[in-house]
Each structure stands twice: as structure tokens, then as C-alpha cells.
């Protein structure tokens, strides 16, 4: 697995960068995992679809306390993975999150897929 050295310089992301993606990752697979009732190393990609993407949304924001900022930040965390396998596995239909919108930073609407 790559370290978050070879991150930075690969991606040209800032060392907060590499940081968030890794917790965005960390609290997705907690969730999907709790959610899923298996092992995080048990998930698939296939399994993050938009619809387990949405509701883990709501959790940060609901039960979490996030704000629509901090939301919309894991939100595009979730969209370069995706864009990234869908890149490197040459799959582009593994991009339900894709299909999420972001929210205003006034929070008034939903997380939705379309």
C-alpha cells in the first residue's frame, strides 16, 4: 500500500490533502463495514454504490455533526477514488458516487443520487 509520501508527490496533493482522503476512507469503510455487516477487507468497490454513499453522507452530517463543507470534502475524496478506478481499471461504470450531487453550503437540500 502506498505511504502517504508517495501520495503527495505522485498526485502533487498537500500533505491536509492526502490526510482528509485518508480519514474520508477510514469513517466510508467503518460505515460501509457496520452497514454491510462484514469486514471492511470483505467490501468490493461494487458495494460503495451511490445509495451507501448518500446515506453515509447524512451520517456525517446527522449523527456526526459535520458541516456541509466538511461533507462536501469527503464527498470529493469519494469522487477522485472513483474517478481513479474508473481510470485505472478501465470500468466506468464503478462510479456510482459520480452520481451525487453536492449540497450547497447552506445545507437546504439533500444528498441525492440522480
Do not use: W
Not at 463495514?33 to 458495494?47: F, G, H
Not at 461504470?93 to 447552506?106: N, V
Amino acid at each position: 500500500m502506498p505511504n502517504s509520501t508517495s501520495c503527495r508527490h505522485k498526485l502533487g496533493a498537500s500533505q491536509h490533502t492526502v490526510a482528509s482522503y485518508r480519514d474520508t476512507f477510514r469513517l466510508l469503510l467503518k460505515f460501509a463495514a457496520k452497514q454491510y455487516r462484514r469486514q471492511a477487507s470483505d467490501l468490493r468497490v461494487e458495494d460503495l454504490d451511490a445509495k451507501l454513499v448518500s446515506t453515509f453522507l447524512k451520517h456525517l452530517e446527522h449523527d456526526r455533526h459535520n458541516s456541509a463543507r466538511t461533507r462536501n470534502n469527503r464527498l470529493s475524496a469519494i469522487h477522485a477514488f472513483f474517478g481513479y478506478v474508473s481510470v485505472n481499471e478501465g470500468k466506468a461504470l464503478l462510479r456510482p458516487a459520480a452520481k451525487l450531487r453536492f449540497r450547497s453550503l447552506t445545507g437546504n437540500s439533500a444528498a441525492h443520487a440522480d
